[in-house]
C-alpha cells in the first residue's frame, strides 16, 4: 500500500483507507499511515483511516464512499480513485495516466482492466476509479458497489449502471501489457483466507442473482455455464 502513494505526487488528494483486517491480523495504525506519507511529494487535503474489521470488499468500497459523500467536500470535477489491497506497484506513472484519460470530456469510469462477463462489458483491476457526481446519481439507495455482490460481479453491475451516464473504459498500461506499471495478484487474499472452492460456490451464487437483476447478451440462457 506504502508503494502506491508514492505517486501522489501529481495533484492534490484526499485519501481514505478502509482497513478490512482478519480478527488475527495486525490493524492499521495512523503511526504507521504517516510513515508512508513521509516520502511523498503531494499536499494531502485530507488523509482518513476507517477500521471495520473482517468487513468484505463491497461493504469496505460502500464505507469508503460513503465517508466521502457526507464527510468531505466535493464537486462535478472529482473523481474517487479505488486501489485494492492485492497489488504491487513497479513503478511510477500509473497515476499519470488515469488523470490523463479522465480528462477526456465524458469519461465517468476507468479501469485498469476491460473483460466482458455473461456479454456485458466491464471495467476492474488494480486500480479503477469513477466520477463522483455520477457514481453517486446511480446509487439512488445510497451504495456504490451492489451490497448483495461481495465476492464478484460487483464492478460489472457498477459498469452497467455508470455507462448509462458516459464513456466506460479501461487505461492502457497499467496492468497489462509489455511492461504493465502494476502486479495484479488477484484474488489472492480471498482465496488464502477462505479457500477457492469456497469463494467460487460464493460467486456462482451470485451469479445468479446478478443474471436475475442484469440478464445476458453472451446469446446464452438461463444459468447456462455458471
Aim: hydrophobic content about 40%; aromatic content about 10%.
Amino acid at each position: 500500500m506504502g508503494s502506491s502513494l508514492q505517486d501522489l505526487h501529481c495533484c492534490d488528494t484526499d485519501l481514505v483507507i478502509v482497513d478490512g483486517s482478519y480478527e488475527d491480523e495486525t490493524p492499521l495504525t495512523d503511526l504507521e499511515i504517516r510513515s508512508w506519507l513521509l516520502e511523498v511529494d503531494c499536499f494531502l487535503l485530507d488523509t482518513t483511516l476507517l477500521s471495520h474489521p473482517g468487513c468484505d470488499m463491497s461493504s469496505g468500497l460502500n464505507i469508503g464512499f460513503n465517508h466521502i459523500r457526507e464527510g468531505w467536500s466535493w464537486d462535478a470535477d472529482h473523481w474517487a480513485i479505488v486501489i485494492n489491497n492485492d497489488v504491487i506497484f513497479k513503478r511510477a506513472g500509473w497515476l499519470d495516466d488515469f488523470i490523463d484519460r479522465a480528462s477526456v470530456p465524458g469519461t465517468v469510469m476507468l479501469g485498469s482492466g476491460a473483460m466482458s462477463v455473461f456479454g456485458h462489458p466491464f471495467v476492474t483491476g488494480a486500480t479503477w476509479g469513477v466520477r463522483l457526481k455520477e457514481a453517486f446519481e446511480v446509487s439512488p439507495d445510497g451504495n456504490v458497489m451492489e451490497p448483495d455482490l461481495q465476492y464478484a460481479l460487483s464492478d460489472v453491475a457498477l459498469s452497467i449502471r455508470m455507462a448509462a451516464k458516459g464513456v466506460v473504459t479501461h487505461v492502457p498500461g497499467i496492468e497489462w501489457g509489455d511492461d504493465p506499471k502494476t502486479v495484479h495478484l488477484i484474488s489472492q487474499t480471498v482465496y488464502s483466507r477462505e479457500g477457492y472452492e469456497t469463494v467460487m460456490e460464493y460467486r456462482r451464487k451470485e451469479a445468479i442473482k446478478f443474471i436475475d437483476k442484469y440478464g445476458r447478451k453472451d446469446g446464452l440462457s438461463g444459468y447456462i455455464g455458471i
